[in-house]
């Protein structure tokens, strides 16, 4: 199984909801990614887990909350959102967080928009 | 610093070869990749290189780099129409962990 799944494919909320992302792997992979994809850019990294810590937060908006509640599964939640949050939302997973080489695998990513 | 670039655009026919070229600024990168992105879906890698290596050949694809100006290419031979899409190189660095700085990404358009 080399697929990386995200629930659901697409979206859409108000600026008051809460809600979340579901990322899920199977391959053993230890290091998983959130990345923000705009339309026309891009992916810019948001979020690395390693070992199910914490790695990398690039200076993301603390309405966007990570989880990583065992090596399979990477949630992303949403909170108080505005409407320039919304894009495409991709997770990928590689063997391990490292310096050396480590292919990410990625899902189709969910689509979102906020209202 | 960090920082990729690439054509936006290249539009070839079927059958021809795409040359979609990139340039980065890090001299300290370890790997660099060639992802590919088909409309509404997720990221593809296609293939990468190690920063020692001046050329890899996988089947269709071939990946240049010259490390002096920094130049990364790839060539898809005899391009298909379901090579239609968005190609993106991006490095990893030296230090801390598998951060992908990812280019704009190129556009490849393949007409009959």
């Known amino acids: 199984d080399t697929e990386v799944t995200q629930t659901p494919k697409h979206l859409v909320m108000g600026m008051t909801n809460k809600k979340s992302l579901k990322c899920e792997q199977h391959m053993g992979h230890r290091a998983m990614y959130w990345y923000k994809q705009k339309a026309k850019k891009p992916p810019e990294l948001m979020f690395v887990?390693?070992?199910?810590?914490?790695?990398i937060n690039e200076s993301v908006p603390s309405r966007f909350s990570p989880e990583c509640p065992n090596s399979s599964l990477l949630n992303l939640h949403l909170h108080a959102l505005q409407p320039e949050d919304s894009a495409l939302y991709l997770c990928?997973?590689?063997?391990?967080?490292?310096?050396?080489?480590?292919?990410?695998?990625f899902g189709p990513g969910t689509r979102l928009t906020v209202l | 610093g960090e920082d990729v670039e690439q054509s936006l655009f290249l539009s070839v026919r079927e059958g021809d070869s795409s040359v979609i070229n990139c340039t980065y600024t890090?001299?300290?990168?370890?790997?660099l990749y060639w992802y590919k992105q088909e409309p509404g879906a997720g990221l593809q890698l296609l293939t990468y290189i190690f920063s020692n290596m001046d050329m890899k050949q996988d089947q269709r694809l071939t990946v240049l780099l010259n490390k002096k100006d920094k130049h990364l290419s790839l060539r898809i031979a005899d391009t298909q129409t379901g090579d239609s899409a968005i190609y993106f190189c991006a490095e990893t660095l030296s230090g801390g962990y598998n951060k992908l700085i990812f280019g704009a990404g190129t556009r490849l358009a393949v007409h009959p």
């Open positions: 990928a997973s590689s063997q391990q967080g490292g310096r050396s080489y480590n292919e990410q695998f």
């Open positions: 887990y390693s070992y199910e810590k914490l790695s």
């Open positions: 890090d001299s300290s990168s370890t790997y």
